[in-house]
């Protein structure tokens, strides 16, 4: 009887581990021991099989998932750099825009030293204001491009206080002029107790010379006077202060200065500039 399971058995084990793990659950207290071992080794290959068939599967799909996530992450990485060096177009626009203040302009010091004198009817350079500052260029010139509105409290402005005999504005002057002229302002105010009066700056039409550089709001009329508003009383303080006020013109850095002495006019300053001289950034204010 024990022969024929045996012979039994070993034809189950011949088809497949599995059959004969099978049998053995029935049988394995009878079989002989080489059979025996040959089940109990079948059993355990049939239970690690599948799990370590899991392990690699599962390992698989770990290692799947890091595939797809590594590039993730270094596209991440890059943008992440991308952004750190340079803002993106949005970030850009959404920064609000920074002002052009002029850079490195001195509105406060002279910038050049003051002549020793400045008689009447003289001029610096000793040339020409052509020669200097260049003729009037009306083809070029255009008063909505070319011309400021400039004000300053400390200045006696005549177009504010004459009334409305004319319709000048002195207020109105060559972007080029704003530079020597501020400068000239904080200058009269530091160096002397009098207030500076801009009797006359830009005018198109009427009593300059078709040439003059008013009508480009390239020169200006400027005298002297009390804090008050009053103007100055007698002849010699025009001589010494108007002699002033042209040293203090050219130390502001105009182009040409000439201490005007005609009868007609009256005694004053006359100061203009180069069109393409430096400006500050004040359009728009
Ligand atoms: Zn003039």
Known sequence: MAKKRSNFNSIKISCGARQSSMSSINNNDTLPDYLADIK????????????VLVIIFCMSIIGSCQKKDTPKAVEIKKETKV????????????????????????LVNPVRPAPESFARNSKLPNMSERDVCGEIVNSTFSPGRDLIYVTDLRVWW?????????????????????????????????????????????????????KSLHKEGRA????????????LKTADEMKELYELLCKLAWQAGFDWVFYEYASGTGPHVHVSVKADGPVLQTYGK
Request: proline share 7%; glycine share 4%.
């Open 83 to 106: 952004i750190e060096s340079t803002p993106s177009k949005d970030i850009q626009k959404q920064e609000p825009k920074k002002k052009k203040e002029p850079q490195g302009v001195d």
């Open 40 to 51: 109990h080794r079948a059993l355990i290959k049939a239970a690690i099989i599948p799990f």
């Open 220 to 231: 200006l009329d400027i005298t002297l006077g009390y804090k008050n508003g009053e103007k």
């Open 158 to 210: 005549e177009s504010d206080n004459d009334g409305e005999t004319d319709n000048e504005c002195d207020h109105s002057m060559h972007r080029a002029m704003e530079i020597p002229f501020r400068r000239l302002v904080n200058l009269v105010e530091s160096q002397t107790e009098y207030q500076l009066r801009v009797q006359e700056t830009y005018r198109p039409e009427g009593i300059h010379s078709p």
